[in-house]
């Protein structure tokens, strides 16, 4: 069933917001949106990217009419060092309208992974991307809602609201949950600075401290011991070659 944007624009009237049948990238559009001008919190949705975009340069699966593809234009007062903490605080975003909607509680795994659990194996449901545009911030996000089924290369990896609880999800109200969380949380970024968004965040990941992890740092790896954020929203590793290193960007999986 396609996506009800009549049911987003009557909770939200005041916020523009755009759903496309197939769209490239959600980004690429939001992304020029916001350089002609279009307001904070403008969103551009799609039931199909046929390249949507992931971090490091990876592909998101978009299978149609099953899960939420969407880029929101964000124009708060942070600086560029504060994209970081935005992704953090959209995950928390993300996480709690996942809560709201479903009951599912989601995992964080650093930097812009959300994770469920479910028969004793972990797989990735969202993911979030950020990116600037002059002076706004272009935040992508993926949400695997109703899909029953990955390609092969997704098995044991993604997973889906859907084959987490067993029924299918409302993605309407999904997104009515998410809209305002994420004014929240960035709200909070705004007028707090980054302090408590990085303790909400290490709160609710598994992953920031104590985690036995593996981080792909462009075809070395780094094996080692989660030991918390900087303050810069970066990931501390204590690495098994004794050293402390800091995790700007690679990808964090876990180890024994």
């Known amino acids: 069933m396609r996506f009800d ?21 959600t980004m690429t559009v939001a992304s020029r949106l916001a350089a002609s001008g279009a307001p904070s919190g403008s969103v551009v949705g799609a039931e199909e990217q046929t390249a949507g975009q992931g971090r490091l340069g990876r592909t998101w699966h978009s299978e149609p009419g099953s899960g939420l593809y969407f880029s929101v234009i964000l124009r ?10 935005v992704t953090l605080a ?13 009951g599912l509680v989601c995992d964080l795994r650093w930097p812009n992974d959300v994770l469920i659990r479910s028969n004793n194996s972990e797989g990735k449901c969202a993911g979030i991307l950020t990116t600037l545009e002059g002076s706004a911030i272009i935040a992508g996000i993926g949400i695997n ?4 089924q990955f390609p092969a290369e997704l098995g044991g990896i993604a997973t889906s609201l859907r084959l987490v609880s067993s029924r299918v999800q409302s993605r309407e109200r999904l997104m009515i949950e998410l809209l ?10 705004e007028t707090e600075g980054a302090e408590p ?21 462009t075809g070395s790896m780094l094996l080692g011991t989660t030991a918390g954020l900087d303050a810069s929203g970066f990931l501390i590793l204590r690495g098994d070659d004794g050293r402390h290193h800091q995790i700007v960007a690679g990808g964090v999986r876990p180890c024994s």
């Open 5 to 25: 944007l009549a049911m987003l624009r009557s909770q939200f009237p005041d916020r523009h917001s755009e759903w496309h049948f197939v769209i490239d990238s």
């Open 90 to 102: 959209l995950g928390l975003a993300v996480s709690g309208a996942i809560l709201q909607a479903t």
């Open 76 to 85: 708060h007062r942070f600086i560029p060092s504060t994209l970081p903490v």
């Open 197 to 217: 968004i990085l303790k909400m965040f290490a709160d609710a990941s598994s992953y920031v401290a104590g985690r036995r992890v593996t981080v792909d740092q």
């Open 180 to 189: 305002p969380a994420i004014d929240r949380y960035c709200a909070l970024l």
């Open 145 to 148: 809602v109703n899909h029953s």
